[in-house]
Structure formats: C-alpha cells, structure tokens
C-alpha cells in the first residue's frame, strides 16, 4: 500500500515536472479590422513578417487570417512556431492578384499607416510567447500616381509640367539638374486636384534659366521630386525627365 502511495506520488511529480519542461510556443496573434466607413472584405487576406522596414526582400514568414468569420470587417490571424526576432507586420487583400500593393487593394501594417516603403513599427516575438498585436487597421490603398513633361523655348529655357490622378497636397517640390545642383518651388506647395496640369514656373511667360543672365538650362536628365500627403499617408514621387538639345 505504502509503495502504492509513494508510486502515485512520484507518478503526479513527474507529470508536473512534464509539463512545466513542455516547450511553449512562439508566436503571434491579432485580429485585422476594416476601418469605419470604407468599405470592403478583409477575410482571407495575406498576413506577412519582414525584417526590413521597409518590406523590402522576401517575407520570412506568411499565414492566411481567417475566411470563416460572417463579419467580412474583422479576420483573425496566428503565426505560431516563430523564431524570437524583431518584426514588420504587413496584412494585405490582393484583389486583382497582381502579387504586390496596388491600387484599391486592401492594405495595414502593424504600429502605423501603410505607404510605399514604410512598414509601422517594429515588433518583438520572444521565446515562449505569443505575442498580442491586437487590431490591425486595413485600409483601402490609393495609388497616387505623378505625370510630368517639359517645354524648352528656343532660347534654351525649360519650364516642367506636372500631374496627379487624384487631389493631393504638395508640401515640397524640386527638380535636380544633371549637375546635380537642387532648386526649389515654393510657388508649387498646395493643394493639388485630380488630372490638372500644373506648371513651374506658374506664370507662362517665366521659364527656368540657368542664371540670372537667362543662360540655356543643359540638357540631361531632370528629376522632379514632390512630397506631400495624400489619402491617410505621406508620398515621395519621383520622375526623370531627358532634356534633349
């Protein structure tokens, strides 16, 4: 009886010892929620982990959030058997399978807004624990997209032509010449609307020089670079414009 008892005991210790030894598991959890007032289904969507902020290079991990939920704005996902690293957290609906974030897709990222080259914030997984990143708010993405050209007199002076796909504000625009020096519109900084032709200089008679004395700009390449916000984030676009003789 006794050695029965001491069995039984030794049986209940090692079952505890077991499972406090047991290996926790490593991972994520969160839930993906559609901001108010947009609309769309964010179900099934692609949940990514990069190392890079800028999400460049390839995820080193990928699950699918769940596509059963009757809610279409709100999709839980897990990650589990993560190594303990820092991490990126991009959720994205691919709706025209395109394989990269484009235009009206649905798109989040973890501590932040999402915009082309910007990944949130960073985020710690350690050992044993699954990490809560609670909502993640998806949006629907708005490509912005720049159109320019150029016009050169005869006398070897430019003036640059620019356009949107929809309304915007310009904070900063500038354009580099092919010696790499920088000049700066402060004429250009406003609101801008969609599919309209602006021009720097903004009067029509003015046109750039390359001095004071109203010498030819060179020829080479241009490039204009405008920064502003548009939707819910920040844009930097870039364009190269070939001036030729």
């Given at each position: ?8 005991i ?8 077991g499972?406090s ?48 939920g ?64 609670g ?47 920088i ?26 020089a ?8 060179p ?27």
């Amino acid at each position: 009886m006794a050695y029965n008892r001491i069995f039984a005991i030794l049986i209940v210790v090692l079952m505890i010892i077991g499972l406090s030894c047991a290996k926790k598991e490593t991972g994520i959890i969160g839930k993906l929620i559609l901001q108010t007032g947009q609309q769309g289904d964010v179900r099934n969507s692609r949940v990514r982990l990069f190392i890079q902020q800028d999400l460049t290079g390839n995820p080193v991990e990928e699950v699918a959030s769940d596509s059963t939920g009757v809610d279409k704005t709100t999709s839980e996902f897990e990650f589990t058997d993560v190594s303990p690293s820092h991490y990126y957290l991009l959720a994205w609906k691919d709706l025209n399978n395109s394989g990269e974030v484009d235009n009206l897709d649905i798109v989040g990222v973890y501590g932040g807004i999402y915009s082309p080259g910007y990944g949130g914030s960073q985020l710690q997984v350690t050992e044993g624990e699954m990490t809560d990143v609670g909502d993640i708010v998806m949006y629907i993405y708005k490509e912005l997209t720049l159109t320019t050209s150029y016009e050169k007199t005869a006398e070897g002076w430019l003036a640059f032509f620019y356009e949107f796909n929809d309304a915007c504000y310009v904070s900063n625009w500038s354009f580099t010449l092919p010696d790499g020096s920088i000049y700066y519109d402060q004429d250009q900084i406003g609101n801008k609307s969609a599919n309209t032709k602006y021009r720097s200089p903004v009067e029509n008679q003015v046109y750039w020089a390359a001095d004071t004395l109203g010498s030819p700009m060179p020829t080479g390449n241009y490039i204009i670079t405008i920064s502003g916000n548009y939707s819910v984030y920040n844009f930097t676009l870039v364009d190269t414009l070939t001036v030729a003789k």
